[in-house]
């Protein structure tokens, strides 16, 4: 009997041994990867997809769009406090990051999808606002238009961002995110390299369809809504000779607007492209002044927040779909 329960006695302290050494084991802990972008995120989850040690993150509104003017919340802050890496379009798209971003978390990791980045774009942005006159102690204008504002245009050249509406550059967004994530999370490195590799050759693909598409249509000059496609555009040998908005979610003046119309006469432009993350109806106008077509096309700058991980492929199918419907083709 003592000899049974001496070994029954074992068997328990055996089993608390087993049980106290897996409690005590360390766990990897997980990578939590914020991004900062929509067209950003999706690309990191296929990146990602079956790494169950990263937790991919959307920082900002799945629904905003390119964040040219955004300003960092409390929720963005305490977002990034929280990450080990922070997922970035680049080129100057997010003009939030810096100083606020290192205040939040000075040891976050920033992966930078647009780093070495070849064959880039430059455009110019006309920005419009009224300047008020100076005055003086007496609060006159020292100006002779006294109490009058002007307005004034300021161009900005830098590199074009929009980097992700074309499927071709996209290729390369996913291999540098491939590589931030392998610092990030060495561990993972074969299963990312092997995800951006079979992701950029899904994009090559669908970039070569656009290139078939561009050889076949009727009419290869358009009009878009800003900047944003001029990737897309590039690849598909289309030629952009206007935008509507020369500052991104800015209204044109009614002079920019006769300019317009005067270029897409003189240009002979098949149709006027607008956007789902911008109003429609100034480039509905100009349409309708001109006598050419509108329709939308979408850049995948927004997008549902639980999107599907093809969301990218159906949307750019559909675009193609638009294009050839509406420039027609040979």
């Not at 070849?118 to 455009?123: A, I, P, Q």
């Not at 491939?178 to 999370?185: I, M, P, Q, R, Y």
């Not at 991104?248 to 003046?253: L, V, Y």
Request: net charge negative; hydrophobic share 40%.
């Amino acid at each position: 009997m003592k000899y049974r329960f001496f070994n029954l006695l074992l068997l328990l302290l055996f089993a608390c041994s087993a049980a106290f050494g897996q409690n005590t084991s360390a766990a990897p802990a997980e990578k939590k990867i914020l991004c900062t972008t929509f067209p950003i995120y999706q690309i990191t989850r296929n990146v990602a997809q079956g790494r169950d040690a990263v937790d991919v993150q959307l920082m900002l509104p799945a629904s905003l769009g390119c964040p040219h003017d955004y300003a960092l919340t409390p929720q963005d802050m305490q977002k990034l406090a929280g990450a080990d890496a922070l997922a970035v379009n680049g080129l100057g798209l997010e003009e939030f990051l810096g100083a606020p971003v290192k205040k939040a978390n000075p040891g976050i990791m920033i992966i930078d999808s647009s780093a070495g980045a070849s064959n880039l774009l430059d455009y110019t942005e006309e920005e419009h606002h009224e300047c008020e006159h100076e005055k003086d102690h007496d609060g006159k204008d020292e100006k002779e238009h006294a109490g009058h504002h002007a307005e004034h245009k300021h161009h900005h050249g830098g590199t074009n961002p929009h980097l992700f509406a074309s499927p071709r550059m996209t290729a390369g967004l996913a291999m540098n995110i491939a590589t931030g994530l392998s610092k990030a999370d060495p561990e993972g490195e074969a299963l990312y390299t092997k995800n951006a590799e079979a992701y950029a050759a899904k994009m090559n693909r669908l970039a070569d369809e656009f290139a078939a598409l561009g050889k076949k249509l009727q009419n290869n000059r358009i009009v878009t809504q800003h900047g944003v496609f001029d990737y897309l555009a590039r690849d598909m040998g289309l030629e952009v000779v206007a935008v509507v908005e020369a500052h991104a979610g800015q209204e044109p003046s009614a002079a920019e607007i006769l300019e317009i119309v005067e270029t897409i006469r003189a240009k002979k432009a098949g149709a006027i492209f607008t956007e789902p993350q911008y109003p429609a109806k100034v480039g509905q106008t100009i349409a309708k002044e001109t006598g050419i077509p509108t329709a939308v096309l979408d850049p995948v700058a927004t997008g549902p927040e639980n999107a599907p991980l093809d969301y990218y492929e159906t949307v750019m199918h559909k675009n193609m779909e638009t294009l050839g419907a509406t420039l027609g083709t040979k």
